[in-house]
């Protein structure tokens, strides 16, 4: 199984990193219906190629907080939040902290994170399966902070709901291995029995 970060709307370099490749899980903000601002003013994003993801084998994608969360519960192509499949769990979503010119609708929307009541039967559900390999946009709180210390950024963590459960169902059950993405910085360390990989904006990791 090959797993990609972040891919932001570079659809091309997403594409050669399927190519030739049977399965793949795309670890969130793969940009679907978002909008950046450019030079020349607010630009969408186009949608992801949904034509060669699926001649090319089974390539899917969790959301992050840069996915229209509506438009994510629509595609098939998307794993929802909360679903399990053999050993693996998804869970999908995480904080945006960086909101300064962000349009609500457009590149920011207010259910980026799960809603208190889906926490919960995430969490239970997580508890009940007991998954080997977890797979998430963003991690537990303390693993966010390994991530920051290992690349020397001297940054406070932000409290967050997503982070918050993560680290609440971590410390309940540790699975075998944690793939996620979001912070854009690549990190490979096992911390109190689960080996967390943190994955760079389109860094491919075959496991």
Not at 39 to 50: C, L, S
Not at 159 to 167: E, L, N, V
Request: some cysteine; hydrophobic content about 35%; glycine content about 8%.
């Amino acid at each position: 199984m090959r797993f990609i970060g972040d891919v932001h709307g570079k659809f091309e370099q997403y594409e050669s990193l399927i190519k030739g490749v049977d399965e793949s899980i795309q670890v969130g903000d793969m940009g679907l219906g978002f909008s950046a601002p450019t030079p020349n003013g607010i630009r969408a994003f186009p949608d992801p190629p949904y034509d060669v993801m699926k001649r090319e084998g089974n390539h899917r994608f969790i959301r992050g907080n840069h996915d229209d969360p509506a438009a994510c519960r629509s595609q098939c192509l998307c794993i929802a939040d909360g679903h399990s499949e053999g050993d693996m769990f998804f869970c999908g979503g995480a904080l945006s902290v960086n909101l300064k010119g962000r349009t609500e609708g457009l590149n920011w929307w207010p259910d980026e994170e799960l809603s208190d009541p889906d926490i919960a039967r995430v969490r239970e559900k997580y508890l009940d399966e007991k998954p080997a390999i977890m797979v998430t946009h963003d991690c537990p709180h303390e693993v966010a902070q390994a991530v920051l210390l290992q690349h020397q950024i001297e940054k406070a963590v932000a409290i967050s709901r997503t982070r918050q459960a993560f680290q609440g169902m971590w410390e309940r059950y540790k699975p075998d291995t944690w793939v996620f993405g979001h912070w854009h910085l690549p990190m490979d360390k096992v911390i109190s029995g689960t080996r967390f990989i943190c994955l760079a904006e389109l860094e491919p990791r075959d496991l």
